[in-house]
């Protein structure tokens, strides 16, 4: 079946240090999700990225969707402690309503 | 207003007991989702409803039995509760539009002792 997976599966920065997860899929995807859960929360929608080489920036966060559409990327500059928590994509297939949630990356930033 | 609400937020329950969670959405969306998040974070899609229709349904065991009366809830009822059942349940909803952003519940964080 499709696998999602992201590495590293934890990481730990000081504060003002970058960050980067990076997402593979085993399957080309139709569209991928970024979600961030922080600690005791729930995943919270960040940005959908559909194009093949899309590059998408929020603030200090920059997403990119590979030209073949199995991998994706999310870069946090300058982290912040506000960043800690579990940074998640989800990649769907075509024609399908269901997304297939990568194995997460837990972030922890020192102060 | 929350978005997106499931009730318990806790459940502890024996092994072999029948328990349900409910979930209801006020955001008008088509699409609701039932997702269960293990002990090492791994988030895996169970069901999905569209419109009241089963539309995914994943390898689940026949225990879990999820119902929408309408639209706006997606229940979830567990029979025979068993201690491999302990998660955190998320509820979550979507629209079906270019930008199907899901929008999760709270979680119920369900331990079978």
């Known amino acids: 079946g499709q696998q999602v997976m992201q590495i590293p599966q934890y990481q730990h920065v000081q504060e003002g240090e970058d960050f980067t997860t990076y997402c593979n899929s085993s399957t080309t995807l139709s569209n991928i999700q970024w979600y961030k859960q922080r600690p005791g929360g729930h995943p919270v929608f960040l940005i959908q990225?559909?194009?093949?080489?899309e590059v998408k920036k929020q603030k200090r966060l920059t997403f990119q969707f590979g030209e073949a559409k199995k991998n994706s990327s999310l870069h946090i500059t300058a982290t912040q402690t506000t960043d800690v928590g579990t940074y998640f994509c989800?990649?769907?297939?075509?024609?399908?309503?269901?997304?297939?949630f990568g194995t997460g990356t837990r972030l922890k930033v020192l102060a | 207003d929350t978005a997106v609400s499931q009730t318990p937020k806790y459940l502890v329950t024996q092994m072999g007991n029948d328990k349900s969670i409910k979930c209801e959405q006020n955001?008008?969306?088509?699409?609701m989702y039932w997702y269960k998040q293990d002990s090492k974070k791994f988030l895996k899609i169970m069901f999905s409803?569209?419109?009241?229709?089963?539309?995914i349904n994943e390898t689940v065991p026949n225990r879990f039995s999820p119902k929408s009366p309408d639209k706006a809830h997606l229940n979830l009822h567990i029979n025979s509760l068993e201690l491999g059942d302990s998660a955190v349940y998320f509820c979550?909803?979507?629209?079906?539009?270019?930008?199907?952003?899901?929008?999760f519940g709270q979680g119920t964080r369900l331990t079978v002792v």
């Open positions: 409803y569209n419109n009241k229709e089963l539309i």
């Open positions: 990225l559909v194009k093949s080489g």
């Open positions: 955001l008008g969306h088509d699409t």
């Open positions: 979550a909803s979507s629209p079906v539009r270019k930008v199907a952003e899901a929008f």
């Open positions: 989800a990649g769907s297939l075509s024609g399908t309503y269901k997304y297939i």
